[in-house]
């Protein structure tokens, strides 16, 4: 069965600093993987998604993530962290049928320090 | 850009009431999708519908939920008789077809709280 798994339940960084988000995934066979972010009360917005090819993907908001088979990861990352940036942070994996439902992690709260 | 979106944006209900959450998904697309997500929880899955029908629905989705298409823009999600733990944010998606993977474009999200 497909899942997702999200390590760090809560993740506190200086406004700044780098981050990487940890994801590790579950699935048979070449997953489709995602990136959301939720601020509080809000949607979902896509930062950045894997279908295929390079394994390092760019996104939005000067994120990037690597699709890295081996471990069975898709770890986001941003090398310098904006106070904006504090918010809940979601990996989902997709299958590849075409109807097939999103399955998501379950989160990573984002906190920035001053 | 295109969106889909969804109304209302907040829904209080009293338990036992009927709610029905209202998407317009994006103007091609033809899978349609409804999830919910619990106040500090991740997001699930709750139903798929594709050619005015379900394709697959989750343990969730019980006798009390419904999905409609009742006009060929509006996709809906009637919950018969609410109860407290009904109380989520519900997202609509959509996708288009193509032979390649259907990426879901999610909706803002309707808050539904039942008192």
């Known amino acids: 069965a497909q899942s997702v798994t999200q390590p760090d339940i809560h993740i506190t960084v200086s406004e700044g600093a780098s981050l990487e988000l940890r994801c590790n995934y579950s699935?048979?066979?070449?997953?489709?993987l995602f990136w959301y972010v939720q601020s509080p009360g809000q949607g979902l917005q896509l930062l950045l998604k894997y279908f295929s090819g390079d394994t390092l993907v760019q996104g939005i908001k000067g994120f990037e993530a690597e699709f890295k088979r081996s471990q069975s990861s898709f770890n986001l990352r941003k090398p310098s962290v904006h106070w904006s940036d504090a918010a809940e942070y979601f990996c989902?994996?997709?299958?590849?049928?075409?109807?097939?439902?999103?399955?998501f992690g379950p989160g990573t709260s984002l906190s920035v320090i001053p | 850009e295109p969106e889909v979106t969804q109304t209302p944006s907040h829904q209080v209900t009293q338990m036992g009431q009927e709610v029905i959450l209202r998407c317009v998904p994006i103007s091609n697309h033809l899978y349609f999708y409804w999830y919910r997500q619990i106040l500090g929880q991740k997001v699930e899955f709750l139903v798929s519908f594709y050619n005015n029908e379900i394709s697959e629905k989750s343990e969730i989705f019980d006798d009390q939920f419904s999905v409609e298409r009742p006009d060929g823009s509006n996709f809906t999600l009637k919950i018969r008789s609410t109860k407290l733990e009904d109380s989520a944010m519900y997202f609509c998606?959509?996708?288009?077809?193509?032979?390649?993977?259907?990426?879901?474009?999610f909706g803002p999200g309707t808050r539904l709280t039942v008192l």
């Open positions: 998606a959509s996708a288009r077809p193509s032979g390649f993977y259907n990426e879901q474009f």
């Open positions: 989902a994996v997709g299958a590849q049928t075409s109807y097939d439902k999103v399955i």
């Open positions: 699935y048979g066979a070449t997953p489709y």
